[in-house]
C-alpha cells in the first residue's frame, strides 16, 4: 500500500462546517493529496478526480479491484457538465426530486477522464450530497471530488470515525471528522443514462420511489 504518511485529524461540525477545515481539505485535494471527509451517507475518501497519481493512491490504499469505476460527488449542478456528456431528460427529472441527497447517477463520461477513474467503462457515477462539508470542500477546490467509502475493500461504510481511524491513518492525508454520522444504507445507485433506468444498488432512497419518477 506504499509507505506511512503523516496524517492530519481535524475536527469538523457536520451541520456548520469551520471554514477553514475546509479551505485545508481543499488544499489536500488540489494537491494531489487523499481526505477522508463525512457525507449524507458513509464517511468519504477521496481526490482529484483528475489526477492519475491521486487515483492510483485510492486504490491501493482501499485494496479495490482495478475493474471498479471511483465515483464523484459535486458541490452543485454547475460543474455536471464537465463530467458527463450526456444528460438524459429521465437523469434531470431524478436530479429535480433527489439532488442533493443520497442518489448517485451513473452517466456517460465525458471524453478524456483518466482511464482508471472510470474503469473503461465510459461511464461516471455522480452524487450531489447532502452535506455541507462534502458540497463546501468541491466548491473550494473547485472541481468534483471522488467520493468511494473511506474503508478497506470487502468492509462496509463507515459512520463511526474510530473506525476510520484504524483504517486509515497513516494512508491518508488528512482526516476530517465530524463525529458520528446517522445511521445510513448508502446511496442508491442508478445507471441513468438511458430509459429506461436500471437500479444497480438500492441504497436510502426505495426503488419505488425512483419508480414514481419515470
Known amino acids: ?13 457536520l451541520k456548520a462546517p469551520d471554514p477553514q477545515v475546509i479551505s485545508q481539505a481543499a488544499e489536500v485535494i488540489k494537491r494531489g493529496g487523499l481526505l477522508v471527509y463525512p457525507t449524507d451517507t458513509f464517511y468519504g475518501l477521496g481526490g482529484d478526480p483528475r489526477n492519475e497519481i491521486t487515483i492510483q493512491r485510492i486504490f491501493q490504499v482501499k485494496g479495490r479491484p482495478l475493474n471498479k469505476p471511483l465515483p464523484l460527488i459535486i458541490g452543485d449542478t454547475s460543474c455536471l457538465e464537465e463530467w458527463a456528456a450526456n444528460i438524459p431528460p429521465i437523469s434531470k427529472r431524478l436530479m429535480d426530486s433527489f439532488w442533493p ?6 452517466l456517460p463520461a465525458v471524453s478524456g477522464l483518466p482511464p482508471a477513474l472510470t474503469a473503461g467503462t465510459g461511464k ?3 452524487r450531489w450530497p447532502k ?3 462534502a458540497t463546501a470542500i468541491a466548491k473550494m477546490a473547485g472541481t468534483a471530488i471522488i467520493s468511494t467509502s473511506a474503508n478497506l475493500s470487502e468492509k462496509g461504510g463507515i459512520v463511526d470515525p ?11 492525508d488528512m482526516i476530517i471528522d465530524s463525529g458520528m454520522l446517522p445511521s445510513t444504507s448508502g446511496s442508491t445507485i442508478v445507471d441513468a443514462g438511458s430509459e ?3 437500479i444497480i444498488r438500492e441504497g436510502d432512497i426505495p426503488g419505488d420511489r425512483l419508480e414514481r419518477e419515470k
Open 1 to 13: 500500500m506504499g509507505g506511512i504518511i503523516s496524517t492530519k485529524i481535524v475536527q469538523c461540525p
Open 101 to 106: 441527497g443520497p442518489l448517485t447517477l451513473i
Open 124 to 126: 461516471i457515477g455522480i
Open 131 to 133: 452535506s455541507p462539508v
Open 162 to 172: 474510530e473506525g476510520l481511524f484504524k483504517d486509515m491513518n497513516g494512508l491518508v
Open 196 to 198: 429506461p433506468i436500471r
